[in-house]
């Protein structure tokens, strides 16, 4: 299911969509042509599994541990000092 690790193939991926009704189709880019999808195949999808609004990340971002901190407040923090 998760490909043993190894990056999930383009068929894959395909096989994926296509269980949600989005399938690849033709798209033009300039004067070539190519198989892809279109952002509003998802729009459905997003509709049901995204929030309407972004929520706060799921990882708030983390000061530097000794970021602002004498030596000794560092090692108060980070209970690492050798005293």
């Given amino acids: 299911m998760w490909n043993r690790g ?12 296509a269980e949600f009704g989005i399938a ?3 798209i033009r880019v ?13 729009a459905d999808a997003f509709k049901r599994y995204l ?7 799921a990882t708030r971002l983390q000061a530097n541990a000794g970021a602002g901190f004498s030596d000794s407040e ?9 005293r």
């Fill in 74 to 82: 560092s090692c108060y923090r980070l209970r690492s000092c050798n």
């Fill in 51 to 57: 929030p309407d609004t972004p929520s706060e990340t």
């Fill in 30 to 42: 300039g004067t070539s042509v190519a198989k892809g999808y279109k952002l509003d195949q998802f």
């Fill in 6 to 17: 190894k990056p999930i193939t383009a068929r894959q991926l395909s096989k994926r969509l």
């Fill in 24 to 26: 690849p189709g033709p």
